[in-house]
């Protein structure tokens, strides 16, 4: 197990949690036992429970996301997708939209995007799991994502060749940018996102993509009735 990642492998579930970023033992699914699942069960799982699940050496890890996360994430897919018809530069993808990022590791950033020129023919793949890392990688902060896990994930995402990174804060209405893992700045309201070399001429004020946000939008209790563990940056 973990053999993409740099620690030893885990002796007791405390181990593996620690390897998975920290994150609450509920999003472990133990069907079929941890370090045995296969991409297969990620699609199978989506088509019968439509629930989304990422693969980490076999370790099912669900992706868990709440009404304002999916609404603010469909908003900047909206913002994202209005930019590329004019500018068509590549494909955007949502969280179903999963991708192999190494052998025996599947995520699903909540929006990805590729552009035209590393798709055969520039179309779409017609195959369930895409089987290279995009260019750009978006991951909507939940309230149950911990610090290491968001850590991990950006470095596994660059380890695989992505490009750029952005961690989208609904809470605090900020989003950090990640052109490399130890390399980012954060993004306020007051400052307009730019697409850097992934997508140029793209300008995106903040405080539109925050703009349906609502104001008492702030850090509330997991759906286990835990206090969210912190995301700061």
Not at 92 to 110: E, T, Y
Request: some cysteine.
């Amino acid at each position: 197990m973990f053999k993409n990642l740099s620690e030893p492998s885990p002796l007791t579930m405390a181990d593996m949690l620690k390897h998975l970023g920290d994150i609450s033992p509920s999003r472990i699914r133990f069907r079929p036992p941890p370090g045995t699942a296969t991409e297969k069960d990620v699609l199978d799982i989506r088509r019968r429970e439509k629930r989304l699940y990422e693969l980490v050496d076999g370790v099912l890890v669900e992706k868990v996301m709440g009404y304002p996360e999916s609404s603010l994430t469909v908003h900047l897919i909206y913002l994202l997708q209005d930019f590329l018809r004019h500018h068509d530069l590549g494909n955007l993808a949502g969280a179903d939209g999963v991708v192999q990022l190494m052998k025996g590791l599947i995520r699903s950033p909540d929006m990805s995007f590729i552009s035209w020129d590393r798709l055969p023919g520039r179309q779409i793949p017609d195959k369930p799991i895409l089987g290279l890392a995009p260019d750009l990688a978006v991951e909507v902060l939940s309230p149950g994502n911990t610090k290491r896990e968001m850590d991990l994930k950006v470095r596994e995402y660059f380890l695989s060749g992505v490009r750029q990174v952005w961690l989208v804060d609904g809470r605090k209405r900020c989003i950090r940018v990640y052109t490399a893992p130890d390399v980012s700045k954060l993004l306020t309201e007051d400052d307009t996102l730019d697409g850097g070399d992934v997508l140029p001429e793209l300008h995106l004020p903040l405080r539109e993509v925050f703009a349906r946000v609502p104001r008492t939008f702030n850090r509330r209790s997991s759906a286990h009735g835990k206090k969210p563990p912190r995301t700061e940056r």
